[in-house]
């Protein structure tokens, strides 16, 4: 992607922020959208490989039918980034091919 | 759970809260159970927490939602959100996630109002990042207010493609083209439905109005296109396609798919329940009676577009149909009494679905973009070809579930919801069979993924 393929309409009624970060990058994100969402808004598109082939995918139905936008949310793996609210200080990373469940740290911070 | 609901609601769109708010009032104990964070379904997705701005640019059919949603929160019933069901029994028991809790109720009646979802577009690169449908799009507008920075390209048919084109005018997007794959014959198999498609002038009005506002802005249309391919090596690049005897290929970055949606049908195949191909919508519909009630599973009733296609006033007619037969059944309703409202409802259900026929006839996807060549992906998430489908037929293989053994298709983490369709098409047509001899796959829950941890945490024991 040379620029982002998405962004926030100019004229938004810009909600609170909040902090998170994607593959331990900083991204300020508007408060009470999905993680995909956020992530599409600020540039991403790819968030994952696939487990077969390692091929590139990315948040196809964002209604939590297609699970294309899995992603590990502070550090618990294949979570369905379409479905889940952004909180202040979560931690997201992409999912490259297969979830690493052996190596699944404990979910820290859960509120 | 303090006290068990009489009724449980799954789904918090235009069935779900009309079944809510009907049967709440009808003094049945209600809990409405839903995956996002406020009600109003896809179709009003994010309805409660729209500011102006977005109302406008959504349109009065998004603001309708608004009053639909105020009734359902002064109605009493109790509205769970962010709640993942996971499963549904036969014997009305209910268990989801919620905040990675373990939960469960059990209800005297279920009411299924999960909704629709897109159909499936199986064309080459249609999993290439850059590629999504056109409700997703859709939905971060309504959610987040984000839009394509670049001029996007819409393709596909279906009333819900032009709708967002004619969003996106309203909210300044500039849109690279649509790429309609409606042609002639389509007009003329529409043609013997319009006189009865008039009858539902408000529809029509809409969408004719809508078109008029696309072209007056200039928006880029190409008809009757075929030969759809999305180009690109790890993101969209372009897209190629023909139209009008010539072939064409535009730049692009972002591309939206849309051909129409189908119902979501995971809690009834996961139910058994007893399921009928609908040669007119191309899906599978779970065989209920007028009301909603599902065949040979007693306590769960179906409504909305789970049960068939028919937009969101039908949905909200049929969870009222529902909730007026669940009172029924737990004695909260005389029959005499309901009977006059289930009448009344019936005949205004009769007149919004006159419009069906005709958007069904005109809309209906494309054959090659339902049942695709050799090359194109049918199962994203195990990656498996229409043509190594097609060679499971010829070893021997009679229907989708038996894909599984043969080269793991449906088997991934979106349980066969973005395959389904095609898998059962694509045997039918390689077998010379009917949908309905193919069958479907065995749905089994968890319908949505859970953890051994979380599974183990439950709240009820």
């Given at each position: 992607?040379?620029?982002?393929?998405?962004?926030?309409?100019?004229?938004?009624?810009?909600?609170?922020?909040?902090?998170?970060t994607f593959n331990g990058q900083l991204r300020r994100v508007p408060a009470g959208i999905s993680v995909a969402a956020a992530l599409l808004g600020s540039g991403e598109m790819r968030l994952r490989?696939?487990?077969?082939?390692?091929?590139?995918?990315?948040?196809?139905c964002m209604m939590g039918v297609c699970f294309e936008c899995l992603v590990e949310i502070d550090g618990v793996p294949n979570r369905q980034g379409c479905l889940i609210s952004v909180q202040d200080g979560m931690q997201v990373r992409s999912q490259e091919g297969r979830a690493q469940l052996a190596q699944q740290q404990e979910p820290h911070e859960h509120a | 759970m303090h006290s068990e609901p009489d009724i449980v609601?799954?789904?918090?769109?235009?069935?779900?809260?009309?079944?809510?708010?009907?049967?709440?009032?009808?003094?049945?104990r209600v809990a409405?159970?839903?995956?996002?964070?406020?009600?109003?379904?896809?179709?009003?997705?994010?309805?409660?927490?729209?500011?102006?701005?977005?109302?406008?640019?959504?349109?009065?059919d998004y603001a309708a939602g608004l009053r639909v949603a105020r009734d359902f929160a002064a109605s009493g019933a109790e509205h769970i959100g962010r709640a993942t069901v996971w499963q549904v029994t036969r014997e009305g028991v209910v268990n989801y996630l919620h905040a990675g809790v373990s939960c469960s109720l059990r209800a005297k009646r279920v009411i299924l109002c999960s909704g629709a979802m897109e159909r499936p577009f199986p064309i080459p690169g249609w999993t290439l990042p850059g590629v999504m449908t056109a409700g997703a799009a859709q939905i971060l507008l309504k959610s987040a207010d984000t839009v394509p920075t670049q001029p996007a390209v819409l393709a596909g048919c279906g009333p819900l493609l032009y709708l967002l084109a004619w969003q996106y005018v309203r909210a300044?997007?500039?849109?690279?083209?649509?790429?309609?794959?409606?042609?002639?014959?389509?007009?003329?198999?529409?043609m013997p439905h319009l006189p009865?498609?008039?009858?539902?002038?408000?529809?029509?009005?809409?969408?004719?109005?809508?078109?008029?506002?696309?072209?007056?802005?200039?928006?880029?249309?190409?008809?009757?296109?075929?030969?759809?391919?999305?180009?690109?090596?790890?993101?969209?690049?372009?897209?190629?396609?023909?139209s009008g005897g010539k072939s064409h290929r535009l730049q692009t970055e972002l591309i939206l798919l849309h051909q129409g949606v189908v119902p979501n049908t995971q809690f009834t195949w996961a139910l058994r329940a007893p399921h009928s191909w609908d040669t007119a919508q191309l899906c599978w519909r779970p065989d209920v009676d007028e009301l909603g009630r599902l065949q040979d599973v007693d306590q769960v009733l179906?409504?909305?577009?789970?049960?068939?296609?028919?937009?969101?006033?039908?949905?909200?007619?049929?969870?009222?149909?529902?909730?007026?037969?669940?009172?029924?059944?737990l004695a909260l309703i005389s029959t005499d009494k309901a009977r006059p409202q289930i009448d009344a409802a019936r005949s205004e259900l009769q007149r919004h679905l006159r419009i069906r026929p005709f958007l069904d006839a005109l809309y209906r996807p494309k054959d090659a973009n339902r049942i695709p060549a050799d090359d194109v992906l049918v199962c994203r998430c195990e990656e498996v070809t229409a043509g190594s489908i097609r060679d499971f037929v010829k070893l021997g293989c009679s229907g989708p579930n038996q894909t599984k053994s043969f080269g793991r298709c449906g088997m991934g983490p979106c349980q066969g919801r973005l395959c389904g369709l095609t898998?059962?098409?694509?045997?039918?047509?390689a077998r010379k069979a009917l949908p309905e001899d193919v069958g479907y796959y065995r749905i089994r829950p968890p319908i949505k993924p859970i953890t051994l941890a979380e599974l183990s945490s439950t709240r009820d024991n």
């Amino acid at each position: 992607m040379t620029t982002n393929a998405f962004s926030v309409l100019p004229g938004a009624v810009s909600t609170s922020l909040v902090n998170l970060t994607f593959n331990g990058q900083l991204r300020r994100v508007p408060a009470g959208i999905s993680v995909a969402a956020a992530l599409l808004g600020s540039g991403e598109m790819r968030l994952r490989s696939s487990p077969v082939s390692g091929a590139p995918r990315a948040p196809y139905c964002m209604m939590g039918v297609c699970f294309e936008c899995l992603v590990e949310i502070d550090g618990v793996p294949n979570r369905q980034g379409c479905l889940i609210s952004v909180q202040d200080g979560m931690q997201v990373r992409s999912q490259e091919g297969r979830a690493q469940l052996a190596q699944q740290q404990e979910p820290h911070e859960h509120a | 759970m303090h006290s068990e609901p009489d009724i449980v609601v799954i789904g918090a769109g235009p069935a779900g809260m009309a079944a809510a708010t009907l049967a709440s009032s009808g003094g049945a104990r209600v809990a409405l159970l839903d995956e996002q964070d406020g009600p109003g379904g896809q179709i009003w997705r994010s309805i409660t927490a729209a500011p102006e701005a977005r109302l406008q640019t959504l349109g009065p059919d998004y603001a309708a939602g608004l009053r639909v949603a105020r009734d359902f929160a002064a109605s009493g019933a109790e509205h769970i959100g962010r709640a993942t069901v996971w499963q549904v029994t036969r014997e009305g028991v209910v268990n989801y996630l919620h905040a990675g809790v373990s939960c469960s109720l059990r209800a005297k009646r279920v009411i299924l109002c999960s909704g629709a979802m897109e159909r499936p577009f199986p064309i080459p690169g249609w999993t290439l990042p850059g590629v999504m449908t056109a409700g997703a799009a859709q939905i971060l507008l309504k959610s987040a207010d984000t839009v394509p920075t670049q001029p996007a390209v819409l393709a596909g048919c279906g009333p819900l493609l032009y709708l967002l084109a004619w969003q996106y005018v309203r909210a300044g997007v500039s849109i690279a083209a649509i790429i309609d794959t409606t042609d002639a014959s389509d007009y003329r198999r529409a043609m013997p439905h319009l006189p009865r498609a008039v009858m539902a002038w408000p529809y029509l009005q809409k969408g004719l109005a809508l078109l008029r506002v696309l072209r007056r802005k200039g928006v880029p249309f190409f008809k009757g296109a075929t030969q759809l391919s999305i180009e690109g090596h790890d993101a969209a690049q372009a897209i190629r396609f023909t139209s009008g005897g010539k072939s064409h290929r535009l730049q692009t970055e972002l591309i939206l798919l849309h051909q129409g949606v189908v119902p979501n049908t995971q809690f009834t195949w996961a139910l058994r329940a007893p399921h009928s191909w609908d040669t007119a919508q191309l899906c599978w519909r779970p065989d209920v009676d007028e009301l909603g009630r599902l065949q040979d599973v007693d306590q769960v009733l179906v409504a909305g577009d789970g049960r068939g296609i028919g937009g969101a006033s039908a949905a909200s007619i049929q969870g009222r149909l529902a909730a007026l037969a669940a009172l029924q059944d737990l004695a909260l309703i005389s029959t005499d009494k309901a009977r006059p409202q289930i009448d009344a409802a019936r005949s205004e259900l009769q007149r919004h679905l006159r419009i069906r026929p005709f958007l069904d006839a005109l809309y209906r996807p494309k054959d090659a973009n339902r049942i695709p060549a050799d090359d194109v992906l049918v199962c994203r998430c195990e990656e498996v070809t229409a043509g190594s489908i097609r060679d499971f037929v010829k070893l021997g293989c009679s229907g989708p579930n038996q894909t599984k053994s043969f080269g793991r298709c449906g088997m991934g983490p979106c349980q066969g919801r973005l395959c389904g369709l095609t898998v059962t098409e694509l045997i039918a047509d390689a077998r010379k069979a009917l949908p309905e001899d193919v069958g479907y796959y065995r749905i089994r829950p968890p319908i949505k993924p859970i953890t051994l941890a979380e599974l183990s945490s439950t709240r009820d024991n």
